[in-house]
């Protein structure tokens, strides 16, 4: 269960909606700053996919919502909030000084996770005079409310105790908080899928394969492997009974054959825009893209499913995860339906006679 009750998002674009809806689907009261005039409108369109998603998980309900309100400023956003997620854009300046004025009006025990891609927490700290030392970096995937990773950083002045924090927080909530052991730009799954978009862009503007091609390659091939063994486990397989030592000796020479350019970038100009652009149009324009998200929600609900009832139903990887995550959304739940029952009952309940 969540080891908090109240908590604050600054930011609500497609990141900071997704925790929104992580939170509240938690049974969380979640308060939003953001500047946006029609933040309401995005951040409820996001919410209405996370409900349609979980109630995939939970046909027999959900839990009780957590309220969602908007503040006019981060200081009324941040005030009384046990957790602060920030999800603003990745520009450093801007970082600073929403950092600092979160940092100014948040209570001191309550921890400041970051949604940062790739700048380091050590980077944002300066900013924050009072208690740098509960920034972490809580860097999710999209759909944040379904993919359960969060990479935690921590910053040089960031305590033991906030990481600690954190990763509890984060697992409370369904999650798999993998903390970064050293501190560095990008963190690791964003520097695993920087290599793989440097060299599909190549690929792409050689004319090798089209923008469908790629993603047909990827999600009929390792992609399968990868989602469900990642990529050490799965290669100690290939290396058959003699395990990742034979697999290293037999495919190590290869690394140094010039088959990958990830160490060169193509011009980035508007000519590849356009060809990646197009090619992309005709691969999904038939659909819009809040039926690409319905479509990648339920693909990834059911593969989650599918890998929960492996290993005899106890479930594997992301589906052991996802079937005590289901375990205790149910158990939320259970409070939420006893109260709709005992008001339906009450409703129902024949009045008595005067006389």
Known sequence: MSTITKA?????????????ARLVLNGIDVCIYDPDPEADRKVGEVLKGARRAYRKMLPDGLPKEGKITYAKTIADAVAGAQFI????????????RVLAEIDTHAPPAAIIGSSTSGIKPTDMQPAMKKHPGR????????????LPLVEIVGGEQTSAEAVEKARTLYASIGMKPVVI???IEAFVGDRLLEAMWRE??????????????????????????WAQMGMFQIYRVAGGEAGMRHFMAQFGPCLSWPWTKLMDVPEFNDELVDLIATQSDEQS????????????DDNLVAIMEALGRQNKGKGWGAGELHNAYTK?????????????????AKAEKPKKKKG
């Open 285 to 296: 324009d038939r659909w819009s893209i809040r039926e690409l998200e319905k479509i990648r």
């Open 181 to 183: 052991r050293k501190e």
């Open 200 to 225: 599909a862009l190549w690929l792409i503007k050689d004319g090798i394969c089209t923008v469908e091609e790629l993603d047909d390659i990827m999600r009929y091939g390792f992609g399968l492997r």
């Open 85 to 96: 997620q920030e999800s603003v854009p990745e520009r450093l300046d801007l970082k600073h």
């Open 328 to 344: 205790q959304l149910a158990k939320l739940a259970k409070p939420a339906k006893a109260s709709v029952a005992a008001e339906k």
């Open 8 to 20: 604050a998002c600054i930011g609500g674009g497609v990141i900071g909606a997704g925790w929104v």
């Open 135 to 146: 920034l972490v970096v809580g860097h999710p995937f999209n759909p944040v409310y379904l």
